[in-house]
């Protein structure tokens, strides 16, 4: 059974190629995408909330 960390992160939205940056940058030290927040800050930040597997800290 797969044990999860959870993790709530904010990346810039409204602008794709920026949001997939950030997105790819998560990507890259294993988070997935488990939700995007529908709430758009005054900074045009949004909230993404990840998952990884715990083993991937003992790579």
Known sequence: ???????????RFGEW???KEDLNE???DG???VKLSGD?????MTKVFL???LDI???
């Open 1 to 11: 059974m797969t044990s999860w960390e959870y993790e709530i992160k904010s990346v």
């Open 17 to 19: 190629d920026l949001m």
């Open 26 to 28: 998560l990507g890259i």
């Open 31 to 33: 988070w997935e995408l």
């Open 40 to 44: 758009i800050d005054e900074r045009g």
């Open 51 to 53: 998952k990884r597997p």
């Open 57 to 59: 800290l003992e790579t």
